[in-house]
């Protein structure tokens, strides 16, 4: 099985009785090992229950979640923890370093949390993989915006996680800065000219590490055409995608969206 994620009649629901919510209903997706998607919609339509779902931080009311293989539904709390460690790497908007820590520090972290020893080339390759390596030993204060994101995404990346999981990683990005960024993401998940959605080309022989399953929310037409893949949420269910996206082909899908409410 080749999938990084897998959702099986995915359903979230929120509350009970006349109160209740349905934020997901019955979602359908498998997202290839190193492909990049982006998932938009109208606020309200899913996107951060999706995400929080997909990434085991919360449980479904029903259906099922794969990650890497692994049917996480059933896992105790403990087990899950252990796999979201393992498995699967988190950026936000807000970077969340930790300010008296250097780069290497902060990129070592989970390794100090899972309770092992930090390998201090893993998290030079890591830093390495977001062109950081001559800053391991700066803090964040010494770092721009657009370095602090690129640190957290070493941090992300350290374990070498199946997914790494992204909320509007460039939200406080200025613009040139997020599009460096989003180009960083791509080469990660395997570049541009890779096909997800077609048979993997073998990996070059000199790659220090394989490709990233990379899976973003964002609301920004501009930011989703940086992935491979867009789907389109609403109302809690999948109503469309576009491969290969076009930030205008991106936008015109979301007027749609916000004309059909
Ligand atoms: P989006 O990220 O697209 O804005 P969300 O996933 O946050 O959408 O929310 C989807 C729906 O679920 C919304 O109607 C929202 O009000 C509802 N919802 C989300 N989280 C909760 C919660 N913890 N309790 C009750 N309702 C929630």
């Known amino acids: 099985?080749?999938?990084?994620?897998?959702?099986?009649?995915?359903?979230?629901?929120?509350?009970?009785?006349?109160?209740?919510?349905?934020a997901l209903?019955?979602?359908?997706?498998?997202?290839?090992?190193?492909?990049?998607?982006?998932?938009?919609?109208?606020?309200?339509?899913?996107?951060?229950?999706?995400?929080?779902?997909?990434?085991?931080?919360?449980?479904?009311?029903?259906?099922?979640?794969?990650?890497d293989g692994t049917d996480i539904v059933g896992l105790s709390e403990t087990q899950l923890t252990e796999l979201r460690r393992e498995s699967t790497g988190f950026i936000f908007q807000s970077f969340n370093l930790?300010?008296?820590?250097?780069?290497e520090q902060n990129v070592a972290l989970p390794m100090r949390l899972a309770g092992r020893k930090p390998d201090r080339r893993t998290v030079q390759?890591?830093?390495?993989?977001?062109?950081?390596?001559?800053?391991?030993?700066?803090?964040?204060?010494?770092?721009?915006?657009?370095?602090?994101?690129?640190?957290?995404?070493?941090r992300a990346l350290v374990t070498r996680p199946a997914v790494l999981f992204a909320d509007e990683p460039t939200g406080a990005l200025d613009l040139s800065t997020g599009r460096e960024l989003l180009e960083t993401l791509r080469q990660l998940?395997?570049?541009?000219?890779?096909?997800?959605?077609?048979?993997?080309?073998?990996?070059?022989?000199?790659?220090?590490?394989?490709?990233?399953?990379?899976?973003?929310?964002?609301?920004?037409?501009?930011?989703a055409s940086y992935a491979d893949r867009v789907l389109f949420l609403a109302d809690g269910s999948l109503v469309g995608e576009l491969v290969s996206p076009t930030p205008e082909a991106v936008a015109a899908r979301m007027t749609d969206l916000a004309v059909s409410r």
């Open 1 to 22: 099985m080749d999938d990084a994620v897998r959702l099986e009649s995915l359903t979230k629901t929120y509350g009970s009785g006349d109160s209740v919510t349905v």
């Open 25 to 67: 209903r019955e979602i359908e997706l498998s997202l290839p090992r190193g492909s990049f998607t982006a998932i938009m919609g109208p606020s309200g339509s899913g996107k951060s229950t999706l995400l929080q779902c997909a990434a085991g931080l919360d449980r479904p009311t029903s259906g099922r979640v794969f990650i």
């Open 98 to 103: 930790l300010p008296s820590l250097t780069a």
């Open 125 to 154: 390759q890591a830093l390495a993989q977001v062109g950081l390596e001559n800053k391991a030993g700066s803090r964040p204060s010494q770092l721009s915006g657009g370095q602090q994101q690129r640190v957290a995404i070493a």
């Open 189 to 223: 998940a395997g570049g541009p000219g890779t096909d997800p959605y077609e048979t993997p080309a073998a990996a070059p022989a000199e790659a220090a590490a394989p490709p990233t399953t990379i899976v973003m929310v964002t609301h920004d037409p501009n930011v």
